[in-house]
């Protein structure tokens, strides 16, 4: 077993397991975030909800490991994947043969993990860490307003680059697990855009709208 | 046609290499690539005034090439940026000069991977992919002659998948293109070759896990599914295969 995850497929499994964990908690998140617009009320009982039942209570744990496996195992493979080509070429036309996203997961993945970090300081550490939430609701929407306009811009260009991660992780999880092949490929293709197009609008639209509705 | 080239040199594989320029003049636009490097090297030999360099081939650019026909798989070599040039599904022998325009600067480098070392200028040491076959890809027992036509059945999509991933000429542009040197397009053509086939099937199980241990071990690089290698293959064999390799591998890895 040691040398199945040892060896490169094994560890691009383990990649592609974590990424796909994080991909589905990315869908629960942004359905919880999406009862920001119904209101105060709703929002705050769901938030509630998630912190307190049994099932979060586990799977939080679970989603700080499932980060922390897909990035140690990420800088592995990225340093494994340098160590392949010790002299660069001069010349090497890329643009042509592959995508931006695909050629730049790791970039994409330090931007993403950088917005984490913010994102948790905002959210994560102020509800579990001090007393002073009493309503999630108004601590996500204080954040998205004009007085705060740079987290708003760090919110969407977050959500952007996220997009543009989930656009190649998608497919490429689904590849790595041999679920592919040349009938399947369009339809992983057109599956993930439409989740990565969901995932990057919708985490957009939230700061968006509370911004317009402050302006309007 | 008047090109200016900036080609890789380097003497052996302990030397370090560099660039250098040369000017060529009246080169047919019908001509292949290859062609304008014998082009150079008669130009090159003919201006050479030391016997000794002369004797010791250190004048004329060396490259490989074999066949000239797109299937040895011999002319492997990074054309402005590109694995085999810019033009789809050739060898650097079938790529024409009238793919670049008069006056073009042309940078012309070897494969680089860690696991194929530079012999000498263009020309590098593709022993590792040798080395994976003989890790699996073979069939042991011996099949004899050529069969009956349908004496075994295979179905008719299964033979042409098999045949696709046969196409494979070992070239290594898929390496080369790879932003990680991985050999994965390489490796899932040749165990998909035999996996999909009668004769191969009997020794799916240990193949698939030796010839990714040999790959692991040989310093290639992991593959990140930028879908490259497929883009440069002068075979063009597809990616699918590859997502085969992961499902042999880990059935493998199941069943040991």
């Known amino acids: 077993m040691s040398n199945f995850l040892n060896s490169s497929i094994g560890k691009k499994l383990i990649m592609s397991i974590s990424g796909l964990f994080l ?38 744990p679970m989603l700080a490991l499932g980060f922390l496996v897909h990035i140690v195992y990420s800088l592995i493979l990225y340093a494994q994947n340098l160590a392949a080509r010790p002299v660069r070429y001069k010349v090497i036309n890329q643009a042509e043969t592959s ?5 730049n997961m790791v970039f994409l993945g330090i931007v993403i993990l950088a917005f984490l970090g913010i994102h948790l300081v905002n959210y994560f550490y102020k509800i579990k860490f001090t007393n002073d ?23 969407v260009i977050g959500a952007i680059f996220l997009g543009l991660h989930l656009y190649h992780a998608f497919q490429s999880a689904f590849q790595t697990l041999g679920l592919n092949n ?5 339809r992983w293709n057109a599956i993930g855009l439409i989740y990565s197009l969901v995932i990057a609008l919708g985490f957009s639209f939230i700061p968006l709208y509370f911004l317009i509705s402050e302006l309007v | 046609m008047n090109l200016t080239l900036k080609i890789w040199r380097q003497k052996d594989s302990k030397t370090k290499g560099n660039f250098e320029t040369y000017q060529i003049n009246d080169i047919s636009p019908d001509c292949s690539f290859l062609e304008m490097l014998d082009q150079l090297n008669e130009k090159l030999i003919s201006e ?23 299937i040895c798989g011999m002319c492997g070599m990074f054309i402005n940026g590109r694995a085999h040039g810019p033009d789809l599904g050739v060898t650097t022998c079938q790529l024409h000069m009238r793919k670049f325009k008069d006056g073009d600067t042309i940078v012309v480098e070897p494969w680089r991977a860690k696991p194929f070392p530079i012999i000498k200028d263009l020309v590098v040491d593709r022993t590792a992919f040798d080395k994976i076959i003989q890790a699996g890809g073979y069939v042991s027992v011996n099949t004899g002659g050529v069969p009956d036509a349908n004496a075994i059945p295979v179905p ?17 542009a898929c390496v080369a293109t790879c932003k990680n040197a991985s050999a994965m397009l390489f490796v899932a053509a040749k165990v998909s070759q035999l996996a999909l086939l009668p004769q191969g099937a009997v020794e799916a199980k240990e193949r698939a896990i030796k010839m990714v241990r040999k790959m692991d071990e040989l310093g290639f690089g992991n593959c990140t599914n930028t879908g490259a290698c497929e883009v440069e293959c002068p075979k063009e064999v597809s990616i699918s295969h590859i997502a085969r390799l992961n499902r042999e591998f880990f059935l493998s890895v199941l069943s040991s």
């Open chain 1, 99 to 103: 995508s931006w996203a695909s050629r």
């Open chain 1, 133 to 155: 939430v009493t309503s999630e609701y108004h601590l996500v929407v204080g954040l998205f307003t004009t007085e705060y306009w740079y987290y708003i811009a760090i919110y």
């Open chain 2, 156 to 172: 008719k999509n299964r033979a042409d998948e098999a045949m696709d991933a046969a196409a494979c000429i070992g070239c290594g």
């Open chain 1, 182 to 186: 040349s009938k399947w490929r369009a």
């Open chain 1, 23 to 60: 991909i589905a908690f990315l869908l629960v998140h942004l359905t919880i975030n999406l009862l920001t617009l119904a209101g105060p009320e709703t929002f705050n009982a769901a938030a509630h909800f998630m912190g307190t039942n049994i099932v979060m209570k586990i799977m939080e």
């Open chain 2, 48 to 70: 050479q005034k030391d016997p000794v360099a002369f004797s010791r081939g250190d004048c004329g650019v060396s490259f490989d090439h074999d066949c000239r026909e797109g």
